[in-house]
């Protein structure tokens, strides 16, 4: 342990070395390199590092251990990405604090496998820690940020860039996310990335390479979603979000439309409407009312163009509640009233593929 730890801090003293070097965005933060470095400083202490394994024990066979990062939101409380602890069974976490050479065992105490987000509580750290704040107010596409983590085990890395666009999502329509061209690698998941005043606009998740490695197109699931995720976790151990419960298909073009047609017997093209919307396709225990082959064009009384519509709007309501949807179907416009279902995430199918 004391050489995991005496690594880390030598990996971090040489990049303050650097850091201080770099201007602060002047909006944000005074542009002396001490006030910087005072940030640092602060941000570290409440980064943790996870070693985690599928295994009981990390001696069990190497190759499979991995490393993560997690944010520390308050007290013992911990933000991580869920592809990071899932199916793991060797679970420990490390603090940056030069008093403390302890690992220390965590509980998972929330999941929300949809953001790709889990809440965790660590056992038995007697000493309070420091905790990051969510920010408030509007992501600006060109302001700079940073990630701290643990890059191909190089433990609590910074690395600074700007957010390229605040409006991406991961996986699904209802997760929000922020693009950034801060370099993230394996060893970032569910670290933050922050604000120059050291507040979480959110958390890293994937990265998008030909080469497995930074290309500078980073995903991190953005702070809106996260503060929802880390309130529901913690009152309610689980986020469930609610869903129509059918398959469907965007309407976009042409050559989207024949696409649908080739591959659904079901579907004639003539009867596929020339417009925006989403198209019912076959589902299991289809709900009532709902045919394959109906296009939604709104949701009550506002119109969908696309699946981020649909999700922007049922966002906003819960399971079990009713929606008045109107469909094209067969060239005739119709409302359909129909009970929201919950939306049932396809784990495996998202996350079986190996090491964090």
Not at 55 to 79: D, F, H, R, W
Not at 330 to 343: A, G, H, N
């Amino acid at each position: 342990m004391k050489n995991i730890k005496h690594f880390c801090l030598v990996c971090f003293s040489i990049f303050v070395m650097v850091s201080c070097a770099v201007a602060p965005h002047s909006n944000n933060i005074s542009s002396t390199p001490n006030d910087t470095l005072t940030v640092i400083e602060r941000i570290r202490a409440s980064v943790i590092l996870l070693t985690v394994s599928p295994n009981t024990t990390l001696k069990e066979n190497p190759k499979e251990n991995a490393m993560c990062s997690g944010a520390v939101i308050e007290s013992q409380y911990v933000i991580t990405n869920f592809h990071c602890v899932y199916k793991q069974k060797y679970i420990k976490a490390y603090f940056w604090d030069k008093n403390d050479w302890n690992e220390y065992d965590v509980e998972i105490i929330g999941k929300d496998p949809l953001a790709d987000l889990a809440l965790l509580k660590i056992l038995n750290k007697e000493t309070v820690v420091p905790h990051l704040k969510f920010f408030k107010g509007e992501i600006t596409e060109g302001e700079e940020v940073f990630a701290m983590g643990h890059p191909m085990g190089m433990a609590w890395t910074l690395t600074k860039g700007i957010v390229s666009s605040n409006d991406r999502y991961a996986r699904h329509p209802y997760v929000k996310a922020v693009q950034t061209d801060t370099a993230i690698n394996p060893g970032n998941s569910g670290g933050p990335l922050l604000n120059m005043k050291g507040e979480i606009i959110g958390i890293n998740a994937m990265i998008m390479s030909r080469v497995k490695e930074n290309a500078g197109i980073g995903i991190a699931i953005r702070v809106d979603t996260v503060e929802q995720s880390y309130k529901t976790m913690l009152s309610e151990g689980k986020v469930d979000r609610p869903a129509i419960g059918v398959m469907i298909a965007p309407l976009l073009r042409e050559g989207q439309r024949k696409k649908i047609a080739n591959g659904q017997p079901e579907i004639k093209l003539e009867d596929i409407p020339n417009t925006f919307g989403l198209l019912v396709l076959p589902t299991e225990n289809m709900p009532k009312g709902l045919l394959v082959g109906d296009a939604i064009v709104g949701v009550n009384g506002s119109p969908i163009n696309n699946g981020v519509d649909l999700a922007d709007i049922l966002s906003k309501l819960n399971i079990g509640d009713t929606v008045a949807l109107t469909i094209i179907r067969r060239k005739r416009f119709k409302t359909l009233e129909v009970p929201l279902r919950l939306f049932v995430v396809p784990v495996d199918m998202l996350y079986n593929k190996g090491k964090p």
